[in-house]
């Protein structure tokens, strides 16, 4: 299960965080989820719950926040939302596009309790 690596990953690095940060705990973490990162939501809050006992995050709530495709036409250069489903410029309908946007998985805010 992919998400339990995620939810691992990102379980060492809120407790890295808190560690240097010297809190005491993790109250919550902001990850940003692209629509291209094959990562199901419910499927990493569950695995993270499971984990965190235990661990400076053991109350942290995981807050998911997530983030559109956007693309960049390599025919007419034209920039937008894209549908997973369907890669192709959102103006000319063309490919190959690239996506600029969509793809992160990172985690971008901690709350600590000092
Ligand atoms: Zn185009």
Do not use: K
Request: negative net charge; contains cysteine; hydrophobic residues 45%.
């Amino acid at each position: 299960m992919h998400e339990l690596t995620i939810a691992q990953e990102l379980l060492e690095l809120i407790a890295r965080v808190a560690r240097e940060q010297g809190a005491v705990g993790v109250s919550s973490a902001t990850v940003e989820i692209g629509e291209l990162a094959t990562v199901d939501p419910s499927a990493l809050e569950f695995a993270f719950e499971a984990i965190r006992p235990g661990t400076p995050a053991g109350a942290c709530r995981l807050l998911m926040r997530s983030v559109p495709l956007v693309v960049r036409c390599s025919r007419c250069a034209a920039e937008g939302r894209a549908s997973r489903e369907l890669l192709c410029c959102p103006s000319c309908g063309g490919r190959p596009v690239e996506p600029i946007a969509g793809r992160e998985l990172r985690l971008v805010a901690i709350e600590i309790e000092e």
